[in-house]
């Protein structure tokens, strides 16, 4: 059917490769690009043999020229932007000027502060539109998939949706004392930065992991989950008309926490720049430089996740809660694709999305979240590509809202 350019060659980009071999009729043709080509030749080599062909480039994704020189030497139908979140508007600026479809699974960070917002990215609205091309913003699992759940709750189940609280949950153990399971800059920038939800219209602050309940989750049981700030958030209070409502809780376990206080305390979070030895350096890339590549915890984890949605509103007059979720093994998911579950249920919806572009379902002049789109062919999809997901009517709430019809 076409081609893909994926930019990246971390843990995530290897799903994303591997899913796309999986659906050669989609994907007859990919190039894996990164700054380390020595990654993508190791992806390719893994993958040869199969109906897919591969190539692979070395590229500066910092350098809009050099992502457009390989998009016209190239010329794909999609390009999958699973590198940083700092590099989302240099590769976006290529997508327009080359005419491209563009996919990513986290929103556009300046790497000077500590910012999850989509305000950059979604000024490229008209752009997009005038080129008569789509930008599909967040297709990982959170956000993606749960604005995907949340879209499908609403068409399915709900005449209005009040309440939504977004757990994420890691059950996994990889025997490290200390590590994180993606991108250590941007998972710690993450957990550091203040608390915020949204209610009845406003955006309702709270102190970095102030607040914390514990949740009974199927398959992996009864978890510390805390309150943090996540992207998704705010397309979905924006998207989703007459939430009242709207939080994202994650697991840690005690001694990631306590092992992220001494680092705070120590100024080793830091992203402010300092003078080492006459040379500038940012104490989180330094710390991110000396932690275990979360590439490489694959075959270490075990255990499971579990991500979902709990969601409450009204359906015909009637109080109405429901509970959407997937649980994921990480040693499954390392022998499928040699990547943990932190990877996998980022790469596997990425795959999905451009291939929900590349088939023409969510093709759409402008710049779009998930939720956007009619979420049946994405939710088939994610039961047909190794993310399958379950229902609950009748869910524990984490603090139930009285309806009024």
């Given at each position: 059917?076409?081609?893909?350019?994926?930019?990246?060659?971390?843990?995530?980009?290897?799903?994303v490769v591997h899913k796309c071999c999986q659906n050669p009729d989609v994907f007859e043709e990919i190039c894996i690009a990164s700054r380390t080509l020595e990654k993508c030749d190791a992806l390719k080599e893994k993958l040869a043999g199969g109906q897919t062909k591969i190539?692979?480039?070395?590229?500066?994704?910092?350098?809009?020229?050099?992502?457009?020189?390989?998009?016209?030497?190239?010329?794909?139908?999609?390009?999958?932007?699973?590198?940083?979140?700092?590099?989302?508007l240099t590769i976006m600026d290529a997508c327009l000027a080359t005419g491209v479809h563009y996919v990513d699974t986290a929103?556009?960070?300046?790497?000077?502060?500590?910012k999850f917002e989509?305000?950059?990215?979604?000024?490229?609205?008209?752009?997009?539109?005038?080129?008569?091309?789509?930008?599909?913003?967040?297709?990982?699992?959170?956000?993606?998939?749960?604005?995907v759940f949340v879209a499908y709750a609403q068409k399915?189940?709900?005449?209005?949706?009040?309440?939504?609280?977004?757990?994420?949950?890691?059950?996994?153990?990889?025997?490290?004392?200390?590590?994180?399971?993606?991108?250590?800059?941007?998972?710690?920038?993450?957990?550091?930065?203040?608390?915020r939800y949204f209610e009845n219209g406003k955006w309702i602050e709270?102190?970095?992991?102030?607040?914390?309940?514990?949740?009974?989750?199927?398959?992996?049981?009864?978890?510390?989950?805390?309150?943090?700030?996540?992207?998704?958030?705010?397309?979905?209070?924006?998207?989703?008309?007459?939430?009242k409502k709207i939080r994202f809780w994650m697991t840690f376990g005690d001694s990631y926490l306590n092992h992220l206080k001494v680092l705070e305390n120590v100024g080793m979070t830091s992203i402010e720049p300092i003078v080492y030895e006459g040379k500038e350096i940012i104490p989180l890339q330094f710390?991110?430089?000396?932690?275990?590549?979360?590439?490489?915890?694959?075959?270490?984890?075990?255990?499971?996740?579990?991500?979902?949605?709990?969601?409450?509103?009204?359906?015909?007059?009637?109080?109405?809660?429901?509970?959407?979720?997937?649980?994921?093994?990480?040693?499954?998911?390392?022998?499928?694709?040699?990547?943990?579950?932190i990877s996998y249920t980022t790469g596997?919806?990425?795959?999905?999305?451009?291939?929900?572009?590349?088939?023409g379902i969510w093709k759409k002049p402008g710049v779009f979240n998930v939720e956007e789109f009619d979420p049946d062919p994405f939710m088939d999809a994610l039961n047909k590509y190794g993310l399958p997901w379950k229902e609950d009517f009748a869910p524990t709430l984490l603090d139930p809202v009285k309806v009024q019809a």
């Open positions: 059917m076409g081609k893909a350019l994926i930019i990246g060659a971390g843990g995530v980009s290897s799903v190539q692979t480039a070395r590229l500066d994704a910092d350098k809009t020229d050099d992502v457009i020189a390989l998009i016209n030497q190239f010329q794909p139908d999609v390009v999958i932007n699973v590198a940083l979140p700092y590099q989302d929103n556009y960070e300046p790497p000077d502060t500590a989509y305000s950059w990215q979604w000024a490229y609205r008209q752009k997009f539109a005038d080129a008569g091309i789509t930008a599909l913003l967040g297709s990982g699992f959170d956000p993606g998939v749960t604005g399915h189940y709900f005449d209005e949706i009040h309440q939504i609280d977004i757990v994420d949950a890691n059950a996994g153990d990889h025997g490290y004392p200390f590590a994180t399971n993606f991108n250590p800059e941007i998972n710690i920038r993450e957990i550091t930065a203040n608390g709270t102190p970095p992991l102030s607040e914390k309940k514990v949740y009974d989750l199927p398959e992996i049981g009864p978890k510390n989950i805390y309150l943090l700030y996540h992207e998704e958030l705010e397309s979905l209070s924006v998207n989703i008309k007459g939430v710390l991110k430089a000396i932690l275990p590549d979360p590439a490489s915890l694959g075959p270490r984890t075990k255990g499971k996740t579990n991500i979902g949605c709990i969601i409450q509103g009204v359906k015909d007059g009637q109080p109405k809660t429901y509970y959407v979720y997937n649980v994921c093994d990480h040693q499954e998911c390392y022998a499928e694709v040699g990547s943990q579950a596997v919806p990425a795959m999905i999305g451009a291939m929900m572009i590349m088939k």
